[in-house]
C-alpha cells in the first residue's frame, strides 16, 4: 500500500464520535430501472475474488467515489440476511429528512436537477451540460447545494441562461412544480438560491460575532436568531437534572404569531411522510430481530418515531447501548449535532452492520485492559475514571448506508451520544472494517506518500505498519479516549462551548498516540514493535504540519473539529518539542517536509497534552481550551498552504471520499416468501442517485 497517508487523513476526519451533544445547549423515479440493471452487476458470486473488484466508481471535483464489498454476506443465515434487508429499506427511506434539514431549498434544486436529467436529449459532450452535471453529482454527494465538509455552497460552472433553457426544455411532468406553479415561477426561486454567491452562502456558520443561526443555512431554525433561541431553550432545561433528555434534538425551531415554538420531527408532524416508512420497515425488521432485547429495543424506536417523546428514545438508547451481542446492529434516528451551529438539532442518519468477528477480537483486548490504560494514563490521578465501564467494540461491516452518514461515511462510531447514558449504561464503538478496507485498497499508488514523506525509511514503514497504526489508532480513539477521564466536581464540560468538540477529539487522539507506543501494546500482541507506532507518529504529525490543509481553500481559517484537532495537537509538540529539536521542519528542492527526530521524546509531549486537555475538561477551564484552539488549531501559514496546495494539485487526488451502496435483492418462492437476500454491486454513481431520487422520495419539495 503505497497510499497509506491517504488513508490516514480520511481515517481521522471521517471518524464520527459522540461524546459532545448536549454540550452546547446552555449556551448556545419507473422507466430507469432498465438502466439501472444493466448498471449494476451481480458479484456478489465466488468468483469475485478480492483482487479484480473494483471498488472506484467515479471521480469529480474534489470528491472520490468508492463502492464497498459485502464480505462474507453469503454465509450469514436467512434470518440475518432477512433482517439487514428490513432495515436497510427503513435506512434509505429517511433520505429526504437529512437533505431537507440540510437547506430548505435543497429538495427543490434535487427534484430540479433529477427531472433535467431524465429529461435531457441533448449533447452531452458540450461543455456546459458536463458543467451541469459535475454540479449536480457535487449537490447530490452533498445532500444538499453546500459542501458537506466545508459547508460552504457550491458555485455552478454554467450560466443562469443555460440553466433557465435546461429547464424549459425539460418534461413539466417531471419538474417539482407546485399547484398551478409555471417553469418560470420554479426559475424565479432557483436561480438566487443556485447562484448568488451570497444568498446562504454558508450551510453552518460558526464565525465568531455573528448569529450563528441567521448567518446559517441549515434549517433547524426558522425566523428566529440566536438570542430567542438560547432563551426558549433556557427557560425549559433543567441544569439541575442529572438524566436530561436530548432537548431540541428532533425538532425544528420556528416563530409564529410572534411566540418561538418547536416542530417535531414525528410520524404525524414534520417530516412524518418519510417517518412512517421508516417506521414501516422497522416494523418488519422487529420480526426477525437477532433476539428479545434487540425486538423491544425496535418497539421503543417505534414509538419514538410515533411520538417525538426523547424520553422514549432515552430508553430506547439504554437498551440499545447494553444490547452488544448481536451479529446484525443498525443506527437509526436523528443523532448527530454537528451541521446545527447550536449543537442541539440532530441529522438524519442510518447505518445497518454486521460483526467482522475476527476483527472483533483485536478491539476485545483493548477493551478489556481498559482499566489498566486508565490506571496508567499521564493525566492528573484525580481526573482518571476510578472505573472504566461499558466500552464495547466491535468491527463490522457496512451492509447500507443512509442519510447522513450516505454517501459520505463515517469510518467508526461510538454511540449513543446523551453524556449520562453514556456513564450508567456504556456505549457501542465500532469501526467500519469494509468502508476502511475499500479507501484503503482504492488509494494504493496514489502518491501521496511519496510526495510527502521526509525520507525512504518513513515511506518503508509507511508501508509496512500504516494499516495496522492506523486501525489501532482508530480502536484507541473511539474505544478508550472517548470513555476515559472524569469531570472535577462541581464542573460542567459546556462551559467549553465551541472549543469542546475539537478539545475531546484532541483528548481521544492524544490517548491513542499515547498508548501506541507503550510497552502493553506489544506485550498483548496488537503490534509486533515500536515501528508501528512511528509510523503513526508520522503520519500524524505530517498530517497535521502539512497535508490535512489541502482540504482548505486559500486564505481560509481550519474550521471542522478533527482538523482543529490535529492541528493543534501537531503545532503544540512541535513548539514544545523545538529546543530538542525533536520534530524538525526542513526545506528540499524548495518544498517543505517535516521530520520526527526523537519518537520517545515526542510520546512524551503527547502525554503532557494528554494531562492538560484533561485538565482542561476536566475542569472546564474556557480560557485555557480557547487559547490552545485558536493558538494552535486555526490559523494556516499562507506560504505553506500555498506550496502545499501546489504539489497536492499535481497529484490530481480527491480530498474526499464517499460511497455507493450495493442494492440488497430479496429472493422469494412462490408464496411470496423470502428464500434468500442477493447482493448486487452498483458501479454508477449517478444513476444510484436518481434510482434513489425515484424509489425513496416520500417528501415534497418544500415542507
Ligand atoms: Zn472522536
Known amino acids: 500500500m503505497t497510499s497509506t497517508v491517504l488513508v490516514f487523513v480520511i481515517l481521522h476526519h471521517q471518524t464520527k464520535h459522540s461524546a459532545m451533544k448536549k454540550s452546547l445547549i446552555l449556551c448556545t423515479i419507473a422507466f430507469m430501472s432498465m438502466i439501472m440493471f444493466n448498471s449494476c452487476r451481480n458479484t456478489a458470486s465466488k468468483t469475485d475474488s478480492a483482487d479484480d473488484f473494483d471498488y472506484n466508481v467515479d471521480r469529480f471535483e474534489d470528491i472520490r467515489v468508492l463502492r464497498y464489498k459485502l464480505p462474507a454476506f453469503e454465509n450469514l443465515s436467512l434470518q440475518e440476511k432477512e433482517f439487514i434487508y428490513y432495515l436497510s429499506e427503513a435506512a434509505l427511506c429517511g433520505r429526504d429528512i437529512q437533505w431537507d434539514q440540510n437547506f430548505k431549498y435543497n429538495l427543490l434544486v434535487r427534484k430540479t436537477l433529477e427531472a ?241 468477528t475476527e476483527a472483533t477480537k483485536r478491539t476485545e483486548l ?134 469542546y468538540s475539537p478539545l475531546e477529539e484532541a483528548r481521544a487522539d492524544l490517548f491513542a498516540l499515547y498508548y501506541l507506543m507503550d510497552e502493553k501494546v506489544i506485550e498483548l500482541g496488537l503490534i509486533p514493535d515500536h515501528e508501528a507506532a512511528k509510523a503513526e507518529y508520522d503520519s500524524f504529525i505530517r498530517n497535521g504540519l502539512l497535508t490535512q490543509i489541502v482540504r482548505i481553500k486559500p486564505g481560509k481559517d481550519i474550521e471542522q473539529a478533527h482538523m482543529r484537532d490535529r492541528a493543534a495537537i501537531s503545532h503544540w509538540v512541535y513548539e514544545k518539542g523545538k529546543a530538542d529539536n525533536v520534530i524538525e521542519v526542513f526545506k528540499r528542492d524548495g518544498k517543505t517536509f517535516v521530520k520526527i527526530n526523537d519518537y520517545q521524546k515526542l510520546r512524551t509531549l503527547f502525554g503532557e497534552m494528554l494531562a492538560e486537555i484533561q485538565r482542561i475538561k476536566s475542569e472546564g477551564d474556557f480560557e485555557a481550551g480557547k487559547a490552545i484552539i485558536e493558538n494552535y488549531g486555526v490559523k494556516i501559514d499562507q506560504s505553506l498552504h500555498t506550496e502545499v496546495l501546489e504539489r497536492y494539485a499535481k497529484l490530481n487526488l480527491a480530498p474526499y471520499t464517499g460511497f455507493i451502496n450495493p442494492k440488497l435483492i430479496p429472493v422469494t418462492d412462490a408464496n411470496g416468501m423470502i428464500t434468500d437476500i442477493k447482493v448486487e454491486y452498483c458501479s454508477d454513481f449517478l444513476q444510484q442517485m436518481l434510482d434513489y431520487g425515484r424509489d425513496y422520495a416520500y417528501l415534497p419539495a418544500i415542507n
Not at 220 to 229: D, K, L, N, R, W
Not at 374 to 382: G, K, T
Open 116 to 356: 433535467i436529467l431524465l429529461s435531457y436529449k441533448g449533447d452531452k459532450d458540450n461543455d456546459e451540460y458536463k458543467a451541469f452535471v459535475t454540479y449536480a453529482k457535487r449537490v447530490f454527494f452533498a445532500n444538499g447545494i453546500h459542501h458537506h465538509y466545508s459547508n460552504d455552497k457550491f458555485i455552478p460552472g454554467f450560466s443562469r441562461e443555460y440553466f433557465i433553457s435546461l429547464i424549459n426544455s425539460s418534461e413539466a411532468s417531471l419538474l417539482p412544480l407546485s399547484d398551478g406553479q409555471t417553469a418560470e415561477a420554479l426559475t424565479g426561486i432557483l436561480i438566487p438560491v443556485m447562484f448568488d454567491p451570497i444568498l446562504y452562502a454558508k450551510k453552518v456558520d460558526q464565525s465568531q460575532g455573528s448569529d450563528m443561526i441567521t448567518s446559517s443555512s441549515v434549517n433547524f431554525y426558522e425566523g428566529v436568531s440566536q438570542a430567542e433561541v438560547e432563551t426558549y431553550y433556557s427557560g425549559i432545561v433543567d441544569p439541575a437534572d442529572l438524566t436530561p433528555i436530548s432537548y431540541g434534538q428532533n425538532t425544528k425551531v420556528v416563530k409564529r404569531n410572534g411566540k418561538v415554538e418547536e416542530l417535531t420531527y414525528k410520524a404525524d408532524g414534520l417530516y412524518g411522510q418519510a417517518i412512517e416508512r421508516i417506521i414501516f420497515w422497522l416494523e418488519k425488521a422487529k420480526e426477525v430481530a437477532m433476539n428479545e432485547i434487540q425486538e423491544k429495543e425496535l418497539a421503543l424506536l417505534i414509538d419514538y418515531y410515533r411520538t417525538g417523546d426523547l424520553k422514549t428514545w432515552d430508553d430506547y438508547n439504554i437498551i440499545w447501548a447494553r444490547n452488544t451481542t448481536p451479529s446484525v446492529d443498525y443506527i437509526n434516528g436523528f443523532i448527530e449535532t454537528y451541521n446545527d451551529p447550536l449543537g442541539l438539532k440532530a441529522n438524519w442518519e442510518a447505518i445497518v452492520d454486521y460483526k467482522d
Open 366 to 499: 483493548i477493551t478489556a485492559n481498559a482499566q489498566w490504560f486508565e490506571d496508567n494514563s499521564p493525566v492528573n490521578p484525580s481526573y482518571r475514571k476510578e472505573t472504566v465501564t461499558g466500552v464495547a467494540a466491535s468491527v463490522i461491516n457496512i451492509a447500507m448506508l443512509g442519510g447522513d452518514c450516505y454517501p459520505a461515511s463515517p469510518l467508526g462510531i461510538n454511540l449513543p451520544n446523551s453524556n449520562w447514558i453514556r456513564t450508567q449504561s456504556g456505549s457501542k464503538s465500532v469501526t467500519l472494517a469494509n468502508i476502511t478496507d475499500a479507501i484503503d485498497i482504492a488509494s494504493r499508488g496514489g502518491g501521496m506518500l511519496q510526495e510527502f514523506a521526509a525520507d525512504e525509511d518513513e515511506i518503508k514503514r509507511a508501508m509496512e505498519y500504516g494499516s495496522l497504526a492506523s486501525a489501532l489508532h482508530t480502536d484507541f480513539h473511539e474505544c478508550i479516549g472517548h470513555a476515559s477521564g472524569k469531570m472535577a466536581p462541581g464542573k460542567d464540560a459546556n462551559s467549553l462551548k465551541n472549543y
